[in-house]
């Protein structure tokens, strides 16, 4: 069964820039859909970027245009590129992979913008 671990978070100032990895345990192809989440108020998980497996990118409006999902099929892994990081990005980034038979989920890594 697939796993995921993320990592990448840490502390950064505004305006800084951060990069998020989900790495798969295994082999991950364009059949699967990737997906990051953070938490948001009350502790709920927000979907904030996706890539299908369709190959389209889809974002939530509070990122547009500074986050970017991506993958790297050969080293099992997805990445979020954070650019012009905002104090409100504070909070925990989860990754998701999924497709038709099963959803697998990392523990999620902190990220802190702070001054």
């Known amino acids: 069964q697939v796993q995921v671990v993320e990592s990448g978070g840490g502390l950064v100032q505004p305006g800084g820039s951060l990069r998020l990895s989900c790495v798969a345990s295994?082999?991950?192809?364009?059949?699967?859909?990737v997906r990051w989440y953070r938490q948001g108020p009350d502790a709920q998980r927000e979907l904030i970027a996706e890539?299908?497996?369709?190959?389209?990118?889809n974002y939530h409006d509070a990122v547009k245009g500074r986050f970017t999902i991506s993958r790297d099929n050969a080293k099992n892994t997805v990445y979020l590129q954070m650019n012009d990081l905002k104090t409100e990005d504070t909070t925990i980034y989860y990754c998701?992979?999924?497709?038709?038979?099963?959803?697998?989920w990392g523990q999620g890594t902190q990220v802190t913008v702070s001054s």
């Open positions: 295994e082999r991950i192809d364009d059949t699967y859909d």
């Open positions: 998701n992979v999924i497709n038709y038979s099963f959803s697998a």
């Open positions: 890539l299908t497996s369709a190959g389209n990118a």
